[in-house]
């Protein structure tokens, strides 16, 4: 099946470059219409992205990699570094955010489903960001999905100022796939499934 097919090209894919044949405009317009396209609770459209390309890329995650250092252990930084250098070599990130202000009107507006309104919301950005990586792979564009967040949230708002509402969620690095993804292992199906009334 073909479906099948496209879910088994998104993979995790850590080496990345930034030869990318799709032109910026198209890649711009896919990543907002998938983003558009993916649904959210009560169509709440709570999702909101970023698109950092190039230098605006380059400039994350060298800001992360400042962030961290005074975080991390000075033995495990050489690591740390050669890991977020690696990202900057790729051809961008998506910031994927969820609008807390949305959230919060839709608690008040709907008490009964209060506590449900952020969990819908995470959930609504998981979509988003797995249905962009995977349609980045049909183009032979290759990604990893990040979390530096919150380390990085206070500066990311002030370089790209995004509203203080918005919360960042997890960062979508994608570039020309470099090498190919690791194996990847699978739980048995006994363990994971169960079916009734076939
Ligand atoms: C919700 C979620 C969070 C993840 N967070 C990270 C992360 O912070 N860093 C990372 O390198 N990979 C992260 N991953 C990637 C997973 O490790 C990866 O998807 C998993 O090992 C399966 O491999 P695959 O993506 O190649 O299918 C995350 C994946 C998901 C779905």
Redesign the pocket.
Known sequence: MQFLDELKT???I?SLGNDISLSEEELITLIKDVVKESPTSFNSQTSRAVILLNDEHKKLWSITEELLKPLTPEEAFPNTQAKLQGFAQAKGTVLFFEDQDVVKNLQEQFALYAENFPIWSDQAS?IAQ?NVWTALAQLNIGA????YNPVIDERVAQEWGTPENWKLR?QLVFGSPEAP??D?EYMNDEDRFKVFGN
Not at 144 to 147: G, I, R, T
């Open positions: 998104r993979r995790s850590y998981g797995v990893n999905l990040q979390h997890a993804a690791g990847k």
